[in-house]
Nanobody, 123 residues
Framework: QVQLVESGGGLVQAGGSLRLSCVAS????????VAWFRQAPGKEREFVAA????????LYADSVKARFTISRDNAWNTAYLQMDSLKAEDTAVYYC????????????????WGQGTQVTVSS
């Protein structure tokens, strides 16, 4: 079982930036694809970005392309989500997830989940 812990959320003004971190409890993280999802109040959890275990392949939701960047450092069992040019509609709880398979935007394909970190963007 791999545990994931997110951090880095907070309150930021529109146009600002935040960097989220996701630390995994086991070195097996380096063999897992990792993704970020988010869930706004009253809405379903939605895909944000994903990266393959090697870091070669990435996938982004259209709504965050060119603004968000996913990365990972397998030496530290950590994934990141750099969020720039934030908008009020980016306000949500952000979740880190990992799976044993390929990069995917389907939350049902992810085996491990963190508890989430709140991101609030004020307009």
């Amino acid at each position: 079982q791999v545990q994931l812990v997110e951090s880095g959320g907070g309150l930021v003004q529109a146009g600002g930036s935040l960097r989220l971190s996701c630390v995994a409890s086991k070195r097996t993280f380096r063999n897992l694809s990792v993704a970020w999802f988010r869930q706004a109040p009253g809405k379903e959890r939605e895909f944000v970005a994903a990266m393959s275990f090697s870091g070669v392949n990435t996938l982004y939701a259209d709504s965050v392309k060119a603004r968000f960047t996913i990365s990972r450092d397998n030496a530290w069992n950590t994934a990141y989500l750099q969020m720039d040019s934030l908008k009020a509609e980016d306000t949500a709880v952000y979740y880190c997830a990992a799976n044993k398979g390929w990069v995917a935007d389907d939350l049902n394909l992810y085996d491990y989940w963190g508890q989430g970190t709140q991101v609030t963007v004020s307009s």
